[in-house]
C-alpha cells in the first residue's frame, strides 16, 4: 500500500476489477476516488468516459494497475484469485469480496461505505434498497400462482441461477426450479443436464450467459425441450448481464424489475 495516498478518510486512489463497486461508489458519491474500472463496467455511463480501464474479469494489466499508484484494488469472487495473487506480490493492497446472496450485496454496500468514510450515506443506500424488496415481495405474494421459473447463466456447461439471483426470482413470486443449487459457492455445484430442465418444466426460462448474447434459437432446439412449457409458449428471455449478473447495485434494482415483469406478466 502506498502510505502517502492513505488518509484518515480512506483510501483515495481505488481500481475497480468488477462492476459493482464503481456504481456503488458513484451513488455514495466518493467516485473522485476511482482511478482504474473493467472493460465491462456500463455503471453510471460516464464512468467509462471518466476512468482508465485496466481489467477484463478473469485478467488484467498488472503494470496499467501499478502505473496507477492505487491505495486499494476491489475485485469479486474466486475468479479474480489469480489476478488477486499478481497484484499481491505486486504489494498492493487488494480487497476481495465474495458475495452470492442479496444479504451479502448489503453488506459490500456497507463494507464499501465504511472503508470512504460514507457509512450513513452507505446505510441510506442499504435501507432504500430493502424497502423496494420488501415493496417487490409483496407484489409477488399478490400473484395468483407461482410460475415455475428457469435461469440459465451459461450454455456449455450449463449453469443454472447464482444464489441472488434465484432469490430475485423469488422475490418477485417465482419458484426457482433449482433453488437448491444456487447455495452452492461454486459456479460447477450448479451445473445442470438438459435432461433435468425438461423433467422440471418450466414456465418461463431466462437466460443471462455471461460475456456473451443468447441464443435463443439454440435454447429452443435442444434435445426434447420441445416439450417445456416455455418453449411451446415462446417465453425465453435474454436478460442484460449488466442488471442481473452484477452482484450489487444493479441486481437489486433493474435487475429485480425485469424479472418481475416477466413474471407477472405470467401469472397475473
Known amino acids: 500500500m502506498s502510505d502517502q495516498n492513505m488518509n484518515e478518510n480512506g483510501p483515495q486512489r481505488i481500481v475497480c476489477l468488477t462492476e ?19 472493460t465491462y463496467t456500463v455503471r453510471p455511463p460516464e464512468a467509462r468516459e471518466k476512468h482508465p480501464v485496466v481489467s477484463a474479469f478473469i485478467d488484467g494489466s498488472v503494470r496499467k494497475i501499478c ?71 409483496s407484489r409477488g405474494k399478490q400473484l395468483e400462482r407461482r410460475p415455475r421459473v428457469y435461469f440459465e447463466e451459461w450454455d456449455e456447461p450449463t449453469f443454472s ?25 461454486l459456479a460447477s455445484e450448479r451445473e445442470i443436464r438438459w435432461s433435468d430442465v425438461v423433467e422440471r418444466d418450466p414456465e418461463i426460462i431466462m437466460a443471462s450467459w455471461c460475456g456473451k448474447p ?41 435487475g429485480l424489475r425485469a424479472i418481475q415483469s416477466l413474471i407477472e406478466d405470467l401469472a397475473s
Open 20 to 38: 459493482e463497486p464503481t456504481e456503488i461508489l458513484y451513488l455514495l458519491g466518493e467516485e473522485h476516488r476511482i482511478v482504474g474500472i473493467t
Open 67 to 137: 502505473e496507477l499508484e492505487p491505495d486499494l484494488v476491489i475485485g469479486f469472487s474466486d475468479i479474480q484469485a489469480d489476478l488477486a495473487a499478481k497484484l499481491i506480490r505486486a504489494n498492493l493492497q487488494v480487497l476481495i469480496f465474495n458475495q452470492r446472496s442479496i444479504e451479502e450485496i448489503l453488506d459490500v454496500i456497507m463494507t464499501i461505505g465504511r472503508i470512504v468514510a460514507a457509512e450513513g450515506k452507505a446505510r441510506s443506500l442499504v435501507e432504500g434498497y430493502r424497502e423496494v424488496i420488501a415493496e417487490a415481495r
Open 161 to 185: 441461477a447464482i444464489r441472488w439471483v434465484s432469490e430475485l426470482i423469488e422475490i418477485a413470486g417465482g419458484e426457482d426450479i433449482f433453488e437448491e443449487k444456487s447455495h452452492g459457492k
Open 214 to 254: 443468447v441464443d435463443v434459437g439454440s435454447i429452443r432446439n435442444r434435445p426434447g425441450w420441445d416439450s417445456i412449457a416455455a418453449v411451446m409458449e415462446d417465453r425465453i428471455h435474454e436478460l442484460d448481464p449488466s442488471i442481473i449478473l452484477q452482484p450489487g447495485p444493479a441486481s437489486l434494482t433493474d
